[in-house]
């Protein structure tokens, strides 16, 4: 099926009007029409292969809302009509002891995870993700969306900001009781603060934007603190079970560390293409504290997500933009300008 796209030619070259063709479902897949896909940090480092790896063109977007258009023979989830997510993964191994578990984004097959785009298929070609107006995914990659129509478009960064902080998380007990800093309140960061706040804990979230305290408040953070502070920083020395950071830029991690109780962790989701200085070692062996990673979340941990937000009536603060508007958007991301995520409607596209 030909489908217009956004992509990039190139590291250097702006985003722009291209056509890819989607494969017609085969048996157990499931062909989706694109209403709406969230702009993550991760879009742009591929793009511009601030990574490494990046094949071009390049059509990014794994943050994908829709509706089903049709399905195959075999798909028994779905049918057209219905509304689903598609996040960072269109598939894996499924034999792996990872991908039995559920942790398809561990999978220890030949290649790992096919990641929504710039993940390998057969005869060296490329996926290529949600900044199109269509998209056919294996059914097992496909999740059920139970917001409402008028919910889908900030349901949409779920796909990956969401699951990217539920997940760690969850995997290291943020709930009552339990204290939890989120660093870095951009896309993923103010999920963070939603979630583990929906969650029981006590927030802290740590920014280096004063013009965003109001803002992060009235995301439900209980506190928050200007990390360029250090009087501030100080203050609350020894007293995190987990911090979860998610900056995009390298920087000192030793300011958290010192922040962690005895065996806290401080759990690391930020991706940036240069590493941050190397951590202080006192800082680890004299409380048995850690500094761990975590990467989006599996299949079942997402759906797990998705409907709890549903139930508990959360989705992403969002500033809905035309497919136009693309370089304009990462030149705001880049300067921390968002609140908290762009979200593209793809009717833009058509
Ligand atoms: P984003 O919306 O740009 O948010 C990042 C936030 O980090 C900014 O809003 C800013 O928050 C803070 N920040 C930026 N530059 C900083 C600097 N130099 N020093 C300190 N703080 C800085 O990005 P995002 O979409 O949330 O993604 C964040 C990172 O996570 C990216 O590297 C992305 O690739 C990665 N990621 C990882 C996974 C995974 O599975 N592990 C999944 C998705 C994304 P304040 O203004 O509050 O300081
Ligand atoms: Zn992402
Ligand atoms: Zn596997």
């Known amino acids: 099926m030909q489908t217009k796209a956004y992509a ?27 209403l709406f896909c969230g702009v993550c940090h991760s879009d742009l480092h591929t793009v511009r292969s601030e990574w490494p790896g990046t094949q071009y063109p390049c059509v990014p977007g794994h943050e994908i809302v829709g509706k089903v258009t049709g399905v195959g023979s075999e798909v028994s989830r779905f049918q ?32 790992g995870f ?35 129509e008028n919910d889908l478009a900030g349901a949409a960064p779920l796909l990956c900001a969401g699951i990217t902080t539920w997940s760690p998380l969850r995997h290291w007990g943020a709930g ?22 929906a969650l029981g804990a006590h927030v802290v979230a740590f920014t280096t934007s004063p013009g965003k305290v109001a803002d992060i408040k009235a995301l439900s953070a209980d506190e928050v603190v200007i990390s360029t502070r250090p009087e501030e920083m100080r203050k609350h020395a020894g007293g995190f079970d ?26 690391l989701v930020g991706a940036p293409p240069t590493p941050h200085p190397s951590p202080a070692v006192y800082n680890l062996v004299f409380k ?21 937000c549903a139930k508990h009536g959360i989705t992403s603060d969002i500033e ?31």
């Not at 590291?11 to 694109?34: C, F, Q, W, Y």
């Not at 990467?295 to 079942?300: A, N, S």
């Open 8 to 34: 990039a030619q190139s590291a250097a070259a702006p985003l722009g009007p291209h056509t890819i063709n989607r494969r017609e479902p085969g048996p157990k897949d499931v062909a989706i029409e694109i």
């Open 80 to 111: 057209p009509g219905d509304l689903v997510g598609v996040g960072c993964m269109v598939d894996s191994c499924r034999t792996c002891s990872a991908c039995q578990e559920g942790l398809e984004q561990y999978c220890d097959g030949p290649v």
């Open 114 to 148: 096919t990641g929504t785009y710039n993940g390998p298929v057969g005869g060296g070609e490329n996926t290529l993700g949600g900044y199109s107006a269509a998209i056919t995914v294996d059914e097992h990659f496909v999740l059920k969306i139970t917001h409402t």
């Open 176 to 197: 009552p009781g339990k204290k939890v800093g989120i660093v870095g309140i951009g896309g993923l960061g103010h999920m963070g603060v939603k979630l583990a706040h």
């Open 242 to 267: 987990m911090i979860l950071d998610t900056v995009a830029a390298p920087h000192d991690l030793d300011a958290y560390t010192a922040l962690l109780k005895r065996e806290g962790t401080l759990a």
């Open 288 to 308: 048995r504290r850690a500094i761990a990673g975590s990467l989006i979340g599996g299949i079942p941990e997402t759906q797990e997500m998705l409907d709890f």
């Open 320 to 350: 809905m933009i035309s497919m136009q508007d693309i370089e304009n958007a990462y030149a705001r991301m880049l300067r921390s300008d968002v609140k908290y995520r762009f979200v593209i409607d793809m009717g833009s596209l058509k």
